[in-house]
């Protein structure tokens, strides 16, 4: 393991780029915490799944 950040080898990651659409209005926006249809990925899940 390394012994300090300074000896750590940086990552790389790949973006790919994001293709245009119309941003939401800004109402709908605060509500879905973007403004970015393509970024708006809301949680559809339920708790306590394993029980």
Same mark, same amino acid.
């Given at each position: 393991?390394?012994? #300090?950040? &300074? $000896? =750590?080898? !940086?990552?790389?990651?790949?973006? !790919?780029? $994001?293709?245009? $659409?119309? !941003?939401? &209005?800004? #109402?709908?926006? +605060? /509500?879905?915490?973007?403004? %970015? *249809?393509? +970024?708006?990925? *809301? %949680?559809?899940?339920?708790?306590? =799944? /394993?029980?």
């Amino acid at each position: 393991m390394y012994a #300090h950040v &300074d $000896q =750590m080898i !940086p990552a790389m990651a790949y973006v !790919p780029y $994001q293709s245009w $659409q119309e !941003p939401f &209005d800004l #109402h709908y926006a +605060l /509500h879905a915490g973007t403004i %970015f *249809p393509a +970024l708006c990925k *809301p %949680f559809c899940g339920r708790r306590n =799944m /394993h029980r």
